[in-house]
C-alpha cells in the first residue's frame, strides 16, 4: 500500500485514510486515520479530521490524539501542524490541548510548540501538585483536576515534558517552574511521578516552597525538593539540603542543614527557653526572631483522632537573642486538632543557655499544659553565681520554682548560701578568703522566687545538709531555710533546724552544737537553741571558752554572746553562772546577772593579788 501511495498524483484524494506502524521497540502499534487524505506536490499528504490511537501488543488503547488537520509524511512517518490539537489517555487520566505540533507514529512521539493546556485527574490515579493543606470532599470536582499550562510539550514512551514558562494548578496550590518531566508507565500510559525542574516555586494558601527539583512519586503520594529548598508558613521560613512532603498526611521531613526561623513572639519552640525568667515576669528577647538548626526536621500536623510532632535531630540548636538550647534530639508533641497547641517537648543531651544562666541534662521535659522544666539524667546547672547537679531537677519558671532532688551538691556564693553571719567583719573587709564560695551538700534543694515585690526569696535545703568552705566554715543540720533579698542577693534571714553542729572559719572561729538556729537580718542577731543545752566552743589566747545554756544569742554588730536558761561560761580565768551571761569576745568582758556565780583558778587569783590595779577595775 505504501509503494502505492507513493506513486500517487498530486491532488489524489483518499477517503477514510487508514495507516499503522509498529513502535521501534515492538511494544505498540499506532493507528493514524483521517476523514479524507490529499496528496500534495511535496509528496505529502494533507489529512483532515486526524486521529491517533496508541495501541498496546496486548490490544489495549493506551492513548488518544485528535486535530483539526495534520501533514503526513509517508516515508518518514511524521505528522505536523500549526492547527490546534486535543490528546487524552484511554482512561481519561490526562487530557492536553495545544497548537502546532510534530511528531513519529514508530515512536509514537509527539511535540505541542504553543498554548499547551492540560488537565489531570488525580481521582483517577495520584495527589494533587500543590502544597495540600486540606483534602477536597468527595463532591468537590476541582479538588480532583490538575492544571497544567506551557509553552510546549513532548510526548515519547514513558515520559512526557512540559516546558517554557510552565504553571501547574490545583485547588490546593500553583507551581511554576522551567521544565515538568511526567513519567508514564510503558504499557498503558499511566502516569507514575512528575518532576519539576528549574527555579521551582510552590504556593497555597499556608505554604510556599522554592527549589531547583521537585519530583512528586504519585504512588507514594510525596514531594521531593532538591537543590536548595526554601519554604514559608505561618510567618515561619526554612532551608535545607532536601524537603520532602507526603501530601495526604501533610508529614514534612528536611534533611541536611537544616536553618529555620520563627517571628519574634513565637510560642512553642521559644518557650523552652523560660527556665529563669525576668522578675518582672516575661523574657526580655521573646520578641526577638527565633532561629532554629539540625542535621533533619520531622513534622506532623495534628489530625482530630492523632496527635502530631515536630522532631529536630542532630546538633539542634535553637537561639533566640542571649538564648540559646542546644540538644542531639528535641521531640515537641502536638495535641490533636481541637486541643490546645504544644502539649510536652522532650530534648536528649540538652544543654539550654538564658543569658549567663545555664542548665544541662540528658533528658529533659518541658510540659507546656503545666509550665514545668523536668530534668532526669545528670542535671546540672549554673544560674548566676550558683551552680550544682543532683539526681533529678524540677522548675516551674512562670512560679519561679527550682527543685533539685537526691545527692545534691551546690556550689554557692557566700551572700546567696547565707551565712555570712558566721564571718568576722574585719575579715571581710581585709581578708579575700572569705569570699570563697559555699559547697553544699544535702537531699534536697528547693528555690522559691518571689512574686510579689518586697517578698524575699526562699531557698530550702534538706536532709543530711553540709555547708562548708575552703576556709575551715562547716555547718550540718537536718534543714536549713534562708530568705534572700530579692534584688540585692543577700541573705534576710536563716532557719536550720535538727542536728545542728557546725565550725565559722576567722579570727574568732568558734565551734557551736544545738537544735535549732535563726538569723534576722533586721536585728543582725542569730539565735542558738538546744535540748538539753547548746554548746559554743571558741579560743581566747590559745585557751578553750565554752559556753552552754538553754539558748545563745549572738549579736553580729557588736561581737557579744548572751546566754540564757541555765547558761555557764567557762574560759581560762574560770567558770561563770548565772540567770543570764554575756561574753563580748572583742573588748574581753564578761558580765552576768541575777543569781550569778563565779569560780575563779587559783592562777586567777594570785594575779589579781599581784596587779597594782584597783580591785573595781579587776573584777568582771
Not at 227 to 249: C, K, T, V, Y
Not at 458 to 472: K, S
Amino acid at each position: 500500500m505504501s509503494a502505492a501511495l507513493g506513486q500517487a498524483p498530486a491532488g489524489t484524494t483518499i477517503e477514510d485514510f487508514r495507516v499503522s506502524e509498529k513502535s521501534v521497540d515492538g511494544n505498540r502499534t499506532t493507528l493514524l486515520t483521517g476523514g479524507q487524505a490529499v496528496f500534495r506536490e511535496d509528496g505529502l499528504l494533507s489529512l483532515s479530521d486526524p486521529r491517533l490511537v496508541s495501541v498496546t501488543a496486548e490490544g489495549r488503547t493506551n492513548l488518544v490524539f485528535h486535530a483539526s488537520e495534520c501533514l503526513y509524511n509517508q516515508d518518514t512517518k511524521e505528522i505536523s501542524s500549526v492547527g490546534q490539537l486535543n490528546l487524552s489517555t484511554s482512561d481519561g487520566q490526562m487530557q492536553l490541548s495545544g497548537i502546532g505540533f510534530s511528531g513519529n507514529l514508530t515512536g509514537p512521539t509527539l511535540t505541542v510548540t504553543d498554548k499547551v493546556q492540560a488537565r489531570l485527574n488525580k481521582k483517577l490515579r495520584g495527589v494533587p501538585l500543590g502544597q495540600a493543606t486540606q483534602q477536597g470532599g468527595v463532591g468537590d470536582q476541582r479538588a480532583d483536576i490538575i492544571q497544567i499550562a506551557s509553552k510546549q510539550f513532548d510526548l515519547q514512551p514513558g515520559q512526557a515534558e512540559f516546558s517554557e514558562s510552565v504553571t501547574v494548578g490545583d485547588a490546593n496550590g500553583t507551581l511554576k517552574c522551567s521544565i515538568i518531566s511526567v513519567e508514564l508507565r510503558e504499557d498503558d500510559w499511566d502516569l507514575q511521578s512528575i518532576k519539576a525542574q528549574g527555579g521551582v516555586a510552590v504556593e497555597s494558601a499556608q505554604f510556599k516552597t522554592t527549589s531547583e527539583q521537585a519530583v512528586y512519586d504519585l504512588g507514594g503520594g510525596t514531594v521531593l525538593f532538591q537543590g536548595n529548598p526554601r519554604w514559608e508558613m505561618d510567618e515561619r521560613s526554612g532551608r535545607a539540603d532536601q524537603l520532602l512532603i507526603h501530601q495526604e498526611s501533610r508529614v514534612v521531613s528536611a534533611q541536611g542543614h537544616v536553618s529555620m526561623t520563627l517571628p519574634g513572639g513565637a510560642g512553642t519552640e521559644g518557650d523552652l527557653f523560660q527556665f529563669a525568667p525576668s522578675r518582672t515576669g516575661g523574657n526580655k528577647s521573646s520578641s526577638a526572631v527565633l532561629e532554629v538548626q539540625a542535621r533533619s526536621f520531622v513534622f506532623q500536623p495534628a489530625s482530630e483522632t492523632k496527635m502530631g510532632y515536630a522532631r529536630y535531630i542532630g546538633s539542634v540548636q535553637l537561639s533566640r537573642g542571649d538564648n540559646r538550647l542546644e540538644c542531639h534530639y528535641l521531640n515537641i508533641k502536638l495535641g490533636v486538632e481541637k486541643e490546645d497547641g504544644v502539649s510536652m517537648a522532650t530534648a536528649i543531651g540538652a544543654e539550654l543557655m538564658q543569658g549567663e544562666n545555664r542548665l544541662s541534662s540528658q533528658l529533659a521535659v518541658y510540659d507546656f499544659k503545666s509550665g514545668e522544666i523536668r530534668l532526669n539524667m545528670e542535671p546540672t546547672w549554673k544560674l548566676g553565681e550558683q551552680s550544682g547537679r543532683a539526681d533529678r531537677v524540677d522548675i516551674t519558671p512562670d512560679r519561679g520554682r527550682f527543685r533539685a532532688v537526691g545527692n545534691v551538691k551546690m556550689n554557692l556564693p557566700k551572700q546567696s548560701g547565707g551565712i555570712g553571719f558566721l564571718f568576722p567583719e574585719r575579715e571581710k573587709e581585709n581578708g579575700d578568703e572569705t569570699g570563697a564560695p559555699l559547697l553544699v551538700d544535702c537531699e534536697s534543694f528547693e528555690y522559691h522566687q518571689a512574686t510579689i515585690g518586697g517578698e524575699a526569696d526562699r531557698a530550702i535545703f534538706q536532709g543530711n545538709v553540709r555547708l562548708a568552705n575552703e576556709t575551715g566554715f562547716n555547718v550540718r543540720a537536718n534543714s536549713i531555710a534562708l530568705g534572700i533579698h530579692s534584688v540585692k542577693n543577700e541573705l534576710e534571714s536563716l532557719v536550720a533546724t535538727g542536728a545542728l553542729n557546725g565550725k565559722t572559719a576567722g579570727q574568732n572561729s568558734m565551734r557551736f552544737i544545738g537544735n535549732r538556729l535563726v538569723y534576722d537580718r533586721d536585728t543582725d542577731t542569730v539565735r542558738l537553741t538546744g535540748e538539753p543545752s547548746v554548746e559554743i566552743h571558741t579560743t581566747q589566747d590559745g585557751a578553750d571558752v565554752v559556753a552552754l545554756g538553754q539558748a545563745a544569742q549572738y549579736s553580729v554588730g557588736n561581737g557579744q554572746l548572751r546566754l540564757t536558761g541555765n547558761p555557764v561560761l567557762r574560759t581560762p580565768e574560770g567558770e561563770l553562772r548565772g540567770n543570764e551571761v554575756v561574753y563580748d569576745q572583742q573588748a574581753r568582758r564578761l558580765r552576768a546577772s541575777g543569781r550569778w556565780k563565779m569560780i575563779l583558778n587559783a592562777k586567777m587569783i594570785r594575779q589579781m593579788q599581784q596587779s597594782p590595779e584597783t580591785p573595781e577595775k579587776s573584777q568582771p
